[in-house]
């Protein structure tokens, strides 16, 4: 029989099932946010500059504030975006991690966007004329 304020076997082995079992999925979701950013958040940041430059150099002055005014807003719905996917682990250890996950992940998405600008062809109303 329990004593009052012991635990008994069951409850310590059910105590272990629980740890184990929210450590594995710790671990997953780490191993998961690794595999799945196939460029690190330095390099995702570095292309992310570079072609927003390359695509800045071909705007004339109204083109280039239509670009900055663009990219502040896509900046605050990374911010936004990215908190609202890692809402669920606020205050947990894997949540930094997440974050730079998912900036780098919408980071190269950015940048598939704005490399567009560099290659469209003569003619193609959606780009912005060259100066």
Do not use: N
């Not at 936004?80 to 890692?86: D, G, I, L, P």
């Not at 949540?95 to 567009?116: G, I, T």
């Amino acid at each position: 029989m329990v004593k009052p304020g012991e635990e008994s076997v069951f409850d310590m082995k059910k105590s272990v099932r629980h740890f184990c079992g929210a450590l594995l999925v710790l671990l997953c979701a780490y191993a998961c946010a690794q595999e799945l950013e196939p460029t690190t958040p330095a390099t995702a940041e570095s292309a992310l500059g570079a072609v927003h430059e390359a695509v800045k150099k071909r705007l004339d002055a109204e083109g280039r504030a239509g670009l900055e005014s663009a990219q502040s807003a896509w900046e605050a719905f990374r911010v936004a975006e990215c908190a609202f996917r890692t809402q669920w682990t606020e205050g947990g250890s894997i949540r930094p991690q997440l974050l730079q996950s998912c900036r780098a992940q919408l980071a190269q998405e950015r940048v598939a966007q704005l490399k567009y600008f560099l290659t469209c062809e003569e003619g193609d109303l959606t780009c912005p004329p060259t100066p």
